[in-house]
Nanobody, 127 residues
Framework: QVTLVESGGGSVQAGDSLRLSCAAS????????MGWFRQAPGKEREFAAA????????YYTDSVKGRFTISRDNAKNMVYLQMNSLKPDDTAVYYC????????????????????WGQGTEVTVSS
């Protein structure tokens, strides 16, 4: 079992930055890819960013490319999402997720690929 705890959310103005953190505990050696997903009110949970176990490959949804950066520190069992130039459309609950299996380039973006989820941290961006 792997437990994920997110932190760092908050209410900001458009153009501001936030850094989300995700702390993993438990059987972290079993974790491969890590991802960040988000869910806006009334919408389905959607992929935002993901990173492979080594950190050598990262993936982003088009709407956050160039503004968000995902990173991980395996020694500390941490994953981060640096969010810059935030927009009101980024308003959502952000979830950290961990994958036990080896994801493909396609499946790493799929919510069903991930085995463990955090409780979420809320991000509100006002114009």
């Amino acid at each position: 079992q792997v437990t994920l705890v997110e932190s760092g959310g908050g209410s900001v103005q458009a153009g501001d930055s936030l850094r989300l953190s995700c702390a993993a505990s438990g059987r972290t050696f079993s974790v491969n890819a890590m991802g960040w997903f988000r869910q806006a009110p009334g919408k389905e949970r959607e992929f935002a960013a993901a990173i492979t176990k080594s950190g050598s490959n990262t993936y982003y949804t088009d709407s956050v490319k160039g503004r968000f950066t995902i990173s991980r520190d395996n020694a500390k069992n941490m994953v981060y999402l640096q969010m810059n130039s935030l927009k009101p459309d980024d308003t959502a609950v952000y979830y950290c997720a961990a994958d036990r299996s080896i994801a493909t380039i396609r499946s790493i973006r799929d919510v069903y690929e991930y085995d463990y989820w955090g409780q979420g941290t809320e991000v509100t961006v006002s114009s």
